[in-house]
């Protein structure tokens, strides 16, 4: 893996792109999330925080960070067909399709965003690999752009996962009763547990280092019960959100 200072204007990119601001429509998508506070599954701040726990452990370590692990290495390998077939992957392993199109839409609008943002990146060859893979999942363009703006490997997975926990307390806060600063405070708590599944994960999938991995670690999820309220999400009564 590439490693590198994030400082500068590195630095100041990489924010960019992990701001909830970000035009990919990552607001419309709660992936599963508001099936389970119209059932009562998620009532209060504890359900919230356990929830997103368990997501953090079951799917978006093993399968979005092995994701944004895989592509940095296929990177750093000069091996783009690992990048097509991890973004083939990251599409299927999704049961849900409103999850899998939401998936894939957010990865088309941040390429597109990226065509804007970062007119001499290689754009193009990425929309080649994610047009032949079917997918252009969201980890993996997020991934691609980060990698070439020098982020370093870790960074890289922990700053995707930090965005997507906070994708989804913003999405609770318009679920549910709570507030901004409530909302903020279960971001706080769940930080630390970023960095611990993530280093978890490592240890068991790449013993001595990240950039000393053997092979590509296989994408695993383990969140059925999120598949399946995902899935019965499109037969609620009334949506907020399209996933």
């Excluded at 200072?5 to 035009?23: C, V």
């Excluded at 059932?39 to 356990?50: C, F, V």
């Excluded at 913003?170 to 971001?187: C, F, K, W």
Aim: aromatic share 8%; glycine share 8%; proline share 5%.
């Amino acid at each position: 893996m590439t490693e590198a200072k994030l400082s500068g204007t590195r630095l100041l990119s990489y924010i960019q792109m992990l701001d909830s601001a970000l035009p990919i429509g990552a607001f419309a998508h709660s992936f599963g999330l508001e099936t389970c506070v119209q059932s009562g599954r998620i009532k209060t701040l504890a359900d919230l925080q356990t929830y997103i726990e368990d997501a953090l452990q079951h799917s978006l370590v093993p399968v979005d960070g092995c994701a944004v692990y895989r592509v940095y290495a296929a990177l750093e390998r000069g091996n783009p067909d690992a990048v097509a077939e991890t973004d083939r992957i990251v599409y299927v392993q999704r049961g849900a399709r409103e999850s899998r199109d939401g998936t894939a839409k957010m990865g088309k609008r941040l390429l597109k965003l990226a065509e804007t943002l970062y007119p001499k990146m290689r754009i193009g060859e990425l929309k080649r690999l994610t047009e032949r893979s079917g997918g252009c999942t969201l980890p993996v363009v997020h991934a691609w752009i980060v990698w070439h703006l020098g982020v370093p490997g870790d960074d890289a997975v922990r700053g995707y996962l930090y965005a997507s926990v906070s994708t989804l307390v913003n999405g609770a806060i318009r679920l549910m009763s709570i507030g901004q600063t409530e909302g903020q405070a279960v971001i706080a708590r769940c930080i630390p547990v970023i960095a611990a599944e993530w280093d978890r994960w490592l240890a068991r999938h790449v013993p001595d280092a990240l950039e000393d991995a053997p092979a590509l670690p296989p994408i695993r999820s383990f969140a059925f019960a999120q598949e399946i309220y995902a899935m019965k999400h499109e037969t609620l009564y009334s949506r907020l959100f399209m996933s």
